[in-house]
């Protein structure tokens, strides 16, 4: 203490007992640190105000809201993240208004116009640039800004020369019985099949050779086949095979003959599978009646399809200028084939008669060979050592580019893309069914397309149009370009349709991932069948509703089960009373379409409206119209159907319980999933008021996620390291047979692990088939 304040203690007051120990001090008033504190309550006020509003606005929503492939700001009022202006209905155009310009867009004249183009010149793979280019002006002339011609350079063949020759030998000469003409007869009623530079009748993929041997009659040369004639002690070793075509991919006709040893194959259409339409049975052959012309031939590719598609030197990558390339002999024949009419048939197959056990000894499917009436009694043989058929084959392999047409309409969402696409290139000039009612019909659809963009419409999602060239030798042009562009595919298609054969007759028969089920059954109901027995029927009304699963043999193959994404096929086909379609033979030319195929061209135009319907439905929808429980549904059949397969495991009793377990979480997800969706596009259909702006920014992310895992479910069945002895096919669910090549086999790896009674093998199956199922049921989630 100071003394002063000592002083003054002292003397103004005597300390007693209570005397507070502090006494009160007078001080200056205290003065206002701020000096204007309404202000400043008013600025704590709106400082606090505006940090719950951004708690609000940032935090809660952002827990809350979904917003995957956009901001929160998506959120405040006056944002915009939608594709575009008019979402969630069409840009433009309505959704209706589009339907109706592809509906009254598409024309039988007009398909018949690019008809008669395509299939004026031969247009085999990697031959005719001018086709390649004439179509891309079309679709220029359509309305399709961005077009171009990609090119891969494919190993493959040409043919030269051949003969086939019956052969009986004496002491001092050899005689020729029988010398095929290896041509099918020019017709005056069909201008293309006198053609001068016509294609020859030649495999695609055949071994150069020169073999004279005895030979024997294998029924359609399926591995069965093969099987019944090893266990009966034919022969086949040394021998050349001659077999029907049918059942299965030809090439793998020639694959079993060449793993037994046999040294060349001769393949014939046999009027077995014409059903009723044969001349036996009064009908007159092509061109004076819809029977099958005698001196057809069908060509074909002998590629081992099952093992893997695509240029046999760059299995799995792109078929670019300079790539590695790698020995092709695990993937095409080396020994020679050649194809012959049946009338060519007809003399070698009575060479055999007397000769070994006859195909009535075996079983069922052994049995209904209809070259009886003209002498031939179906022995299997083989031939006495006398009795042999030369067969020279030579071709020339080289490698060339080839020329796929891809066009592109932008749509306002860059990463959801549908794919359209036919295969231009055919085996012979012709083609009017295979593929050029596909190529005509892809030219309407682009056609309809265009007028709606000219009509001022901007779809939601891109569309990609592809004309592809190589198919016929083994899905080339195709599988290149899916191999070239995997990222971008695996990241943004969402699906691709498939027309091939579009029309070859009246009969729809559609193959399908399950996902697209759907698709097909409403796009049929709303497309006026071509033949209205009763007036008002849709293709719906008189299809049987039966959906196929995918295999292989055509251009999907590589999108399936390569890349993992949702595909379709689709195509009017010859009903068992259709006229006989000449598949792979001159006469699949356009005189036959016009006369016996299509005459009215109204299955194209059918088709047209089917295919684009479709792609208008997967375009334009804002929730993907995909159905996952389809895929459940579908996923319990295939594995009820393998089942009995298991039999074949000694000692059998395999365990499918944990399988139908994941099968059975996968449809529950499935089910769960779509009636999600299908909420979602119906809250869509409500017209939301303006203060509830935020909740179509929601929405609009809810279907982005959606439509995400539509899109990522059919990826979810690849497994990466692939099948056995064929990695390039990845899917675990679809794949071609691998002793089939078209049909589609289900679980594969499993089906083949029974049929080799490989027990270890079969349950490494079961775990990976279940790890994927699990993975697809978790994309659902
Ligand atoms: C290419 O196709 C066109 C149209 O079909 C045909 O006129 C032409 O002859 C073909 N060109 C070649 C080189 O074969
Ligand atoms: C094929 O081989 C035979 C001998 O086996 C021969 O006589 C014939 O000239 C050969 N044919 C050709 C076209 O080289
Ligand atoms: C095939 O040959 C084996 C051994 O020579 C014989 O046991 C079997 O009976 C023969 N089978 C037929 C169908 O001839
Ligand atoms: C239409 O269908 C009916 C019944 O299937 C059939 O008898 C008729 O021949 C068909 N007509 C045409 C033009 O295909
Ligand atoms: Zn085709």
């Not at 201008?191 to 001068?196: I, K, N, R």
């Not at 006398?386 to 080289?398: G, H």
Request: aromatic share 12%.
């Amino acid at each position: 203490m100071f003394p002063e304040m000592r002083e003054k203690y002292t003397t103004t007051m005597a300390p007693s007992e209570s005397t507070p120990l502090l006494r009160v001090v007078d001080v200056a008033p205290q003065r206002h640190r701020y000096p204007h504190h309404k202000l400043r309550r008013f600025c704590t006020f709106s400082l606090g105000m505006l940090l719950i509003t951004s708690l609000i606005l940032f935090l809660l929503p952002s827990a809350v809201f979904p917003r995957e492939h956009g901001s929160i700001w998506s959120y405040f009022p006056g944002a915009h993240p939608f594709p575009h202006k008019s979402w969630p209905h069409g840009y433009g155009l309505s959704y209706e208004e589009l339907q109706a310009i592809l509906q009254t867009t598409p024309s039988a004249e007009k398909a018949r116009e690019w008809s008669s183009y395509y299939t004026a010149g031969p247009h085999l793979a990697g031959k005719n640039l001018s086709q390649a280019i004439w179509t891309q002006e079309r679709w220029q002339e359509f309305g399709v800004e961005e077009t171009s011609i990609v090119a891969y350079d494919v190993y493959l063949n040409y043919p030269l020369d051949h003969r086939l020759a019956l052969l009986k030998k004496t002491k001092d000469k050899t005689e020729i019985t029988f010398e095929a003409s290896l041509e099918e007869d020019v017709l005056d009623e069909d201008h293309t099949s006198g053609l001068p530079d016509r294609v020859p009748t030649f495999h695609g993929y055949s071994a150069s050779g020169n073999v004279t041997a005895s030979f024997v009659y294998v029924n359609y040369g399926s591995y069965d086949d093969y099987q019944d004639l090893i266990n009966a002690n034919v022969s086949l070793a040394g021998k050349i095979a001659i077999a029907k075509y049918g059942h299965i991919f030809r090439g793998l006709k020639v694959m079993r003959a060449q793993e037994l040893g046999m040294v060349g194959v001769i393949l014939y259409d046999d009027p077995q599978q014409d059903g009723e339409i044969t001349e036996d049975n009064g009908y007159k052959a092509y061109p004076d009646g819809p029977a099958r012309n005698p001196s057809a031939v069908q060509r074909g590719s002998t590629l081992f399809l099952s093992i893997a598609p695509g240029d046999p030197t760059t299995p799995g990558w792109p078929s670019k200028p300079g790539c590695d390339r790698v020995d092709p002999r695990n993937l095409i024949p080396s020994i020679p084939s050649i194809p012959i009419s049946y009338k060519e048939a007809i003399p070698l197959l009575k060479a055999l008669n007397g000769y070994g056990p006859k195909a009535s000894d075996f079983g069922k499917s052994w049995q209904g060979g209809k070259l009886g009436s003209k002498g031939v009694e179906y022995n299997i043989g083989p031939s006495p050592n006398d009795v042999v058929i030369n067969l020279y084959n030579e071709q020339k392999y080289t490698t060339t580019p080839l020329w796929n047409v891809i066009g592109v309409i932008k749509g306002a969402i860059p990463d959801e893309v549908v794919i359209l696409g036919n295969h231009r290139d055919a085996w012979i000039a012709g083609g009017a069914g295979d593929p050029n009612s596909g190529s005509a019909v892809l030219n309407e659809v682009v056609r309809s397309f265009g007028k709606a963009l000219k009509a001022g419409w901007k779809p939601l999602r891109t569309i990609v149009f592809a004309s592809w060239d190589g198919e016929e030798y083994g899905l080339l042009g195709s599988t290149e370009w899916v191999e070239d562009q995997l990222p971008w595919l695996s990241k943004a298609n969402v699906a691709y349709l498939n027309v091939d054969v579009a029309a070859s007759g009246t009969v729809l028969g559609p193959k399908a991932s399950p996902l697209l089920n759907n698709v097909i059954y409403e796009v049929t109901g709303l497309v006026q069948s071509p033949n209205q027995t009763v007036k008002g029927q849709t293709v719906r009304d008189v299809w049987n509703g039966h959906i196929g699963t995918m295999g292989s043999g055509s251009d999907f193959t590589a999108f399936q089960d390569f890349a993992g994404v949702a595909s379709f096929d689709l195509g009017f086909s010859r009903g068992p009373t259709d006229p006989v379609y000449h598949y792979h033979s001159n006469y699949d030319s356009f005189d036959w379409m016009d006369r016996f195929g299509d005459p009215g061209w109204l299955y194209h135009e059918a088709c047209t409206k089917l295919w684009s319907l479709a792609a208008a439905k997967l375009v334009e929808t804002p929730v993907l119209s995909l159905s996952a429980s389809d895929y459940g549904v579908g996923l319990g059949q295939y594995l009820k159907n393998i089942k009995p397969g298991a039999e074949h495991l000694p000692g059998g009793g395999f365990d499918f319980g944990s399988l139908d377990g994941a099968i059975a979480e996968f449809q529950a997800a499935a089910k769960q999933f779509d009636a999600y969706a299908a909420d979602l596009a119906s809250q869509l259909d409500e017209d939301l008021p303006w203060y509830l702006w935020w909740k179509k920014v929601k929405l609009y992310f809810q279907a982005r996620v959606v439509n995400d895992k539509y899109k990522a479910l059919e990826r979810a069945f690849l497994y990466e390291p692939g099948l056995d002895g064929r990695s390039w096919f990845k899917h675990v669910v679809f794949a071609p047979g691998l002793w089939t090549g078209y049909s589609g086999a289900t679980y594969p790896g499993l089906v083949e692990s029974f049929d080799a009674g490989d027990w270890e093998n079969a349950q490494k199956w079961r775990s990976i088939i279940i790890e994927r199922l699990e993975a697809a049921t978790k994309v659902l989630q």
